[in-house]
């Protein structure tokens, strides 16, 4: 095993830096001249705007400027774009209305942007913003998508607050099925709202250049060129070469880095208005107020099946909340990365969903890790299980029986998608293996001894990752392509600098990206560098997101590299004075085939860049450039199976054992992986456990609004996880990788579900499963339990 | 956070003298929640004086049958603190699972009693060991200290100078936590010895609380079967997003009987 190859676990480039301090973040940087902006925030979920008097704070010390609506709306700024469009039943676009940086005439949650104070130091403009004086009339407000169709209208041109009513499948067929089944599990539940809190929070520095008539963003972005795209595009309608944008180290993302804000967009505005820069850091309580949050469904779900447990039909009925307003991608989750997914890893022949998705007072709702694909896993691996217990069939074997066959790919799914390859028994036999099923009773017996409750969950989930073939997201209303690029270039002296538009805020892509340009052209580790970040810099990237950077930009980076070696044999044959045609490139050395004969590629380099001796016709350098558009979505897949250990005297919930068995495809670098992994599981259990975002359903305040009563999981609240890995390559991207970044996020919500469940003996419990709800639920139960 | 003078005096008199001198003026000890306070603009002190310069509040001592805690003592100190752990490890363990290891090095005895936050876990840890409390114009006894929620029997310009514990028989805490901020959802302290039989709650209600029935109960037989059947009501008991005044009710049992099984 090479110890910095495919394959290999590489100790990460990155910890010297990260793990020394020495990161450099947004809000470690500093502008000659900086100015410190602050947002007035709307206290008020709904309301209007009647007068915001910002006379007195103009007037205190050290205050530059101070911004409303209306001076963004007198200087032509758009909205901010929702940049996918959903057509409803009926064939119309869905309803998307405007979403001002500086809110105009009305706020539409609490923490809504009514106006920004710029002064000379943070505090003084911390301490202006409290002077700004805001008449607001106060309206009523809804915060729970259930109520939204009957709640008091937030836009002009949503009726009903809808804001489109969507389906997928064909509802006949369904029905069909429905009405002739031998079983129909049926299940009403909740994706509770999350919040996602990455460690970093958001930052932003605006600055213009009146010399150059241009301007540079630092911002904690995902993707640094596709919000330079939507801010020059849509909002401030700028010239993109006018307009560089820099991600320096991100401290993490999940998601709420993907999109542009009202901040950054407020900063780079201001910052020609005032002609200095403006900065911005989020409070950690602007971030739970302000950065898009995750999920929140409520669903309906109908599972058919004939006497002997196949499924013969899937309907779900979802109501997703979008907040107030669409965030840049929030139609498209609940939408073509959830509803696509139902089908799962098994060959249910019909599904039909429809999703309602509306408008309430509530922070904005997008992309947060996983994506609508979690929300689909969670509903489907329930009504699986329930459908196990009420059809009294092992849960195992009941999903072993419904599981696409290895022999069946490529597979048409009902709902639109081709799965190109999997093994779903494989994986699932894995962790059967490794989580010791066949004794599970016996640690049941085990833990009643103790007085404790013993259950146990699975889940069999699959995502749709390496985001997109750009012709199929564009069929079904995508606003950008989504493809990615790389330039690999040579140094003269045979170091290569890898520039990527995949953005890395986590993931260890200087590593990954470093093992397998070595691999492929035979060059030492140490001497790549992986440049990222700075649309000045690298050539046009669409981002990190959706479990897409190796399996899209890695791909890219391969491309660039087969360029690399197809220019370097022709050098190289002039070199060796041999055909070109002749010429085997291997571990980093062009050779005759058959002699002894060779150049290594840093010869090859060198003499590419002092091309004194040189074929004719063949330009000097060796630097290439590459794109790649994937044919197709990959499709990661696997079992987790986790253990619970429950005290029903309290409701406390002990994970005893959780097995992780993913299919990644190809992997680099594993222990990477396990990484991804376990934070993704850490993220899951949370939902599934501790994280609910609450918003106070008469006031719409946000209850929890710090660390202080929103829970984030803790080392202690997790088990030490056993990975394993089975391995089916993508059929259709050149490194045969597949993406692991959401697995966790995806498959723990509804192991644990389902191991609490089974352990209380109830069919079902919404998320999060605190410790009161299982101690109801188990005093509930003691009855049945002491007569078992 | 506003601006604020900030003192750092070395003697109690000073401390008295820059109060009386300053009628928005703020104590801090370790600043746990005025600071987090100041900096959400909740509190906006014309001064801050900090007690952290006055040598005499810091420490802990022994004398005769009492350990005593000076004001200034970190949880830190005190969970690590090897008088403490031999004569009343219930009040090293109570401190070591107060809020995170920076909390610990930060927070005080003095600052957090002097607060009272009703979820906090000093409160119920004095009351169920019987302390008392020193400030610099007289003895407090803990039953007659905490007063209500965020409310105390402290004059305003009263300081708390240590906290005397008796030496207990046995002691023990059991604390189900918040599972956000690890506070005290329930937090129960239950001793016996020259302080008598007690139990004392945290938490549950606006205020630390005895429970004289279970103290009754553990009086002839300190066991945790002793307080089988007995429950406080949840009527006046805490009721949020994290535990029902009926949870938090029947914690209070659970968490007794926990006390009672670690206690040593």
């Known amino acids: 095993m090479p110890d910095t190859g495919i394959g290999a676990s590489t100790r990460r480039k990155e910890d010297q830096r990260f793990l020394t301090g020495k990161g450099r973040y947004t809000d470690d940087l500093n502008r000659p001249g900086q100015t410190y902006a602050v947002f007035v925030r709307s206290p008020h979920a709904h309301a209007g705007l009647k007068n915001v008097d910002t006379s007195a704070a103009e007037s205190a010390e050290g205050v530059v400027a101070v911004f409303t609506g209306k001076d963004m709306e007198d200087d032509g700024v758009g909205s901010l774009p929702c940049g996918w469009t959903v057509v409803d039943k009926e064939g119309n676009p869905h309803k998307g209305p405007p979403h001002f940086p500086l809110a105009r005439y009305k706020v539409r949650y609490v923490g809504d942007h009514v106006a920004v104070v710029i002064a000379e130091t943070l505090e003084q403009a911390r301490d202006a913003a409290e002077l700004v004086e805001v008449d607001y009339d106060e309206q009523p407000a809804n915060v729970e998508p259930a109520k939204a169709m009957d709640a008091p209208q937030l836009h002009d041109d949503a009726p009903n607050n809808l804001c489109y009513d969507w389906e997928l499948g064909d509802g006949g067929a369904v029905d069909e099925a429905i009405s002739k089944a031998h079983h129909v599990a049926k299940l009403d539940l909740v994706n509770n709202r999350l919040i996602p809190n990455a460690i970093e929070p958001r930052a932003a520095i605006g600055e213009y250049d009146e010399g150059t008539d241009s301007y540079t963003i630092y911002s904690t972005s995902q993707n640094p060129h596709l919000l330079r795209l939507i801010l020059c595009a849509f909002v401030l309608n700028l010239p993109e070469h006018k307009v560089r944008v820099i991600a320096p180290d991100v401290g993490g993302g999940f998601g709420s880095k993907i999109y542009a804000y009202a901040e950054e967009t407020v900063c780079t505005w201001a910052s020609k208005r005032i002609n200095r820069p403006v900065k911005w850091t989020a409070e950690r309580a602007e971030s739970f107020l302000a950065d898009a949050h995750g999920r929140d469904h409520v669903t309906h779900v109908e599972l058919a099946m004939d006497e002997d447990g196949n499924f013969t039909a899937l309907k779900v009925q979802t109501t997703a909340n979008m907040g107030a307003y669409l965030s840049n991608f929030a139609t498209c989750i609940p939408t073509y990365l959830y509803a696509t997914l139902l089908a799962g890893q098994y060959k249910t022949p019909v599904i039909y969903a429809n999703v309602k998705a509306v408008f309430t007072n509530t922070a904005p709702v997008d992309a947060y890790r996983g994506a609508g694909r979690p929300e689909a896993t969670f509903l489907l691996e329930r009504v699986v299980e329930v459908a196990a217990r009420e059809m009294d069939m092992d849960p195992a074997e009941l ?154 930009g890695g791909s890219a980076i391969q491309k660039a590299c087969d360029k690399v070696i197809d220019k370097g044999k022709k050098i190289a044959a002039h070199m060796l004075e041999a055909s070109v045609d002749d010429i085997e490139f291997d571990k980093g050395a062009f050779r005759v085939a058959g002699t002894d004969k060779e150049k290594s590629i840093a010869e090859v380099a060198f003499a590419a860049y002092v091309p004194h001796d040189y074929p004719e016709g063949v330009e000097p350098g060796l630097d290439e450039t590459a794109f790649y558009d994937p044919a197709n979505f990959t499709y990661p897949a696997g079992v987790h199976i986790c253990e619970v250990e429950i005290d029903p005297d309290t409701g406390e919930v002990e994970i005893a054992d959780w097995v992780a068995v993913d299919d990644f495809g190809r992997v680099i670098n594993p222990m990477i992986v396990e990484g991804q992994v376990h934070g993704g599981i850490a993220q899951g259990v949370g939902q599934a456990l501790l994280e609910h975002g609450i918003y106070d359903p008469e006031s719409g305040q946000l209850i929890t609004g710090s660390y202080m009563d929103y829970t984030m999981p803790r080392a202690d609240d997790l088990p030490s996880f056993k990975v394993g890995m089975t391995e089916t390559l993508c059929t259709h991207n050149p490194l045969g990788v597949k993406g692991c970044g959401e697995a966790g996020a995806i498959a723990a919500p509804p192991a644990v579900i389902n191991a609490i469940t089974d352990a209380l003996g109830v069919m079902h419990m919404d998320m999060p499963a605190t410790r009161e709800k299982i101690w109801r639920a188990a005093q509930q139960n003691r009855q049945p339990q002491a007569a078992e | 956070m506003h601006n604020f003078e900030y003192h750092r005096p070395s003697s109690l008199d000073e401390v008295a003298k820059l109060l009386s001198d300053s009628e928005e003026a703020k104590i801090v000890a370790g600043g746990m929640t005025l600071i987090p306070t100041m900096k959400q603009r909740l509190a906006a002190p014309s001064a801050v004086i900090d007690l952290g310069g006055i040598s005499e509040l810091k420490g802990v001592s022994e004398d005769g049958g009492n350990v005593v805690v000076g004001a200034m003592t970190t949880h830190g100190e005190v969970a690590g603190d090897s008088t403490v752990q031999s004569k009343i490890p219930a009040l090293a363990e109570a401190a070591k699972h107060i809020g995170d290891a920076q909390v610990r090095n930060r927070g005080t005895i003095g600052g957090s009693i002097a607060n009272n936050d009703p979820a906090a876990d000093y409160p119920a840890v004095l009351v169920g060991l019987g302390a008392s409390v ?131």
């Open chain 1, 399 to 552: 999903r072993r029986r419904n599981f696409i066959p290895p022999d069946a790919f490529p597979y048409d799914t009902p709902v639109a998608l081709t799965y190109d390859t999997g093994n779903y028994e494989a994986a699932l036999d894995e962790a059967l293996k490794m989580i010791d099923y066949q004794n599970f009773s016996e640690r049941k017996a085990e833990s009643e001894k103790r007085g404790k409750l013993r259950g146990i969950g699975f889940s069999a989930y699959i995502e749709a990752c390496g985001i997109a073939p750009s012709a199929v997201v564009g069929a079904l209303g995508a606003g950008v392509g989504l493809w990615e690029s790389a330039q690999v270039r040579f140094n003269a002296t045979g170091s290569v600098s890898v520039f990527t538009g995949s953005h890395s805020h986590g993931q260890g892509h200087e590593t990954t990206f470093a093992q397998l340009v070595s691999e492929t052209l035979g060059v030492p580790y140490e001497s790549i560098n992986i440049v990222h970040g700075d649309t000045g810099s690298i050539p046009m990237g669409m981002g990190t997101y959706g479990s897409r950077s190796l399996a899209v």
């Open chain 2, 134 to 264: 020193k400030t610099n114009k007289r003895e407090i006894a803990a039953d007659d200290f905490f007063v209500d929620m965020f409310e105390t029997a402290l004059e305003d310009d009263e300081i708390v100078v240590s906290v005397s514990f008796p030496v207990p028989e046995k002691a023990g805490y059991a604390k189900f936590e918040n599972p956000a901020s690890r506070y005290a959802i329930v937090g129960v302290m239950v001793s016996q010895g020259p302080q008598g039989t007690r139990v004392a709650v945290t938490g549950a209600g606006p205020c630390a609380f005895r429970v004289k029935e279970m103290e009754q109960a553990l009086d002839g037989n300190f066991s945790a079967d002793a307080l089988d059947g007995i429950s406080v009501p949840a009527d006046d008991l805490n009721s949020d997003i994290h535990a029902s005044a009926e949870y938090r009710a029947h914690l209070v049992g659970v968490m007794a009987k926990r006390a009672v099984r670690a206690a040593s």
